[in-house]
């Protein structure tokens, strides 16, 4: 009888050999699976936030690249003014009144005329506008009149307003309206003439 077996024990519960048993406990599978699936969630969580700040630096980059270069788009698509190298001698200007006030036509005329334009007919207003202009005054030519004469001549008369007629011939009316009291300051009129003359570049954008 071997040693290992317990006293009145024999038979079938009889141990016999000189190899003893090992008692190592079984290994829990589902600790294991559950330790390997918690590896891979949490590989899974640091690769899926790595990637959501590369992300957010990324498209903030984008968004401000965009943005400045929309900011820069006016500038780029603003262009300078084209200049206008039409001179006050190349304009005739009739001079009509659409006030109750006398003498204002005549006045205005000999006014131009020494700033250099030259004139035609002077008097009160036609009926179609002899007490029917509200503003300062209106200037009426032909719609050729609109690509110059009428930017040189409004330089005289700032808040005249601008319309065309049927008219064939180069000349320009001046009616002066109701709120007229006097020409632009020479000083002024001839500042404005110089930037028609040369214009100013458009200001360049900051990207």
């Known amino acids: 009888m071997s040693m290992l077996t317990p006293p009145g024990m024999g038979g079938k519960y009889r141990i016999t050999g000189d190899k003893y048993p090992r008692m190592r406990r079984p290994r829990n599978r589902r600790r294991i699976v559950t330790a390997v699936v918690a590896a891979v969630v949490a590989l899974g969580l640091a690769g899926w936030g790595t ?41 005739t200007v009739n001079v009509y009144n659409a006030t109750p006030r006398s003498g204002l036509a005549k006045a205005a005329a000999d006014e131009l005329k020494k700033r250099g334009f030259a004139i035609g007919k002077v008097g009160n207003a036609p009926a179609a506008y002899d007490k029917k202009v509200p503003g300062i005054g209106l200037l009426l030519g032909a719609p050729t009149a609109s690509k110059g004469p009428f930017s040189v001549l409004g330089t005289q008369l700032r808040g005249a307003t601008t319309k065309t007629d049927a008219r064939k011939t180069a000349d320009v009316d001046l009616i002066l309206g109701t709120r007229f009291t006097a020409l632009t300051a020479k000083p002024d009129a001839d500042q404005a003439l110089t930037v028609l003359a040369k214009p100013a570049p458009p200001p360049a954008g900051k990207c």
């Open 51 to 91: 990637l959501q700040l590369i992300d957010v630096f990324t498209s903030d980059g984008k968004k401000t690249s965009a943005s400045s270069k929309a900011d820069c788009e006016p500038a780029r698509k603003a262009s300078a003014a084209a200049p206008v190298a039409l001179r006050p001698g190349q304009i």
